[in-house]
């Protein structure tokens, strides 16, 4: 599985997010209501990656606007990062999930969604050429990093990402999702915490 066919050599974003309407690189399109491919500015020096759209994202078609996109708002604001110098995307493009009901429960993407969708991430770098990347939970930082990275381990670090999405740095943090799971009360404001330091390292490392 592979969304290579679809992927168009040297399109800017706009062409990039057009072409990604017909992708079947992979099975996750069928479900899904649409693609959610990115937002913001494609000339901006930070690149947020995702994992995957949620269930709003999927029902709108923009990345980062359900609650952990509220919550990842805050955590911008307080590390004092710009929305506006901001490009951001998700490493899989279509929403996996499970049905209960009525209702669609998140499902991690697995390793073969994550290769599949790499071409469109792999254009977007180049064409965005952002200074940094964020790389918000272990999916997005596997997807760019390699399966042997471990979050846990190497989070809120600068490193640099190897070809062909760098040489440039890049810095994994938890996803905002992560945040808003773990319990309410000082355990929440404690990642969140975590979260907002991660992203002024990054930009630090931007200014710097």
Known sequence: MSAET????????????RAATECRGCELWEP????????GNPRGPVMLV???PGDQ??????PFVGPAGQLLQRALAEAGITVADLYVTNAVKHFRFTEQGKRRIHATPQATHIRACRPWLEAEVAEVDPRMVVALGATA????LGPAFRIT??????LELPPPFG??????TLHPSAVLRTQAGPEQAEAFAGLVADLRTAAAAVAG
């Open 50 to 52: 995702g994992e995957q």
């Open 167 to 172: 040489p440039r740095p890049v810095l994994a």
């Open 6 to 17: 679809w992927v168009p050599a040297g399109a800017g974003i706009g062409e990039l997010r």
């Open 153 to 158: 381990q190497q989070r809120g670090t600068v």
């Open 32 to 39: 899904a209501t649409q693609v959610v491919f990115s937002a």
């Open 141 to 144: 930082a596997k997807a760019m």
């Open 57 to 62: 994202e999927d029902r709108r078609g923009i």
